[in-house]
């Protein structure tokens, strides 16, 4: 399975067919995929995760500050700056 693998590419097409299908990921999934994303240097991939399990907020869970915290480094480190 992804989460195991580390397979970022396999995590994400899991994802989208969950959102697809309209069920909600859990939120050991999604922050599993930021810190993928993040360490392999696409904080705006990362960024898109969050933002997207947090706009389906419904079981009173958000993505945890230390995902948003991991995120903002690494867009610090990679100089990504967001567009208006």
């Not at 997207?52 to 990504?80: C, H």
Request: charged share 20%; with cysteine.
């Amino acid at each position: 399975m992804a989460i195991h693998d580390s397979n970022l590419e396999q995590l994400l097409l899991v994802l989208n067919e969950m959102w697809d299908r309209g069920a909600k990921p859990s939120i050991a999934i999604i922050t599993h995929g930021i810190r993928l994303a993040c360490d392999n240097a696409l904080p705006r991939l990362a960024m898109d995760l969050a933002q997207q399990y947090d706009k389906d907020f419904e079981s009173g869970t958000k993505v945890p500050t230390a995902s948003w915290v991991r995120i903002l480094m690494s867009s610090a480190e990679n100089s990504y700056v967001s567009s208006p």
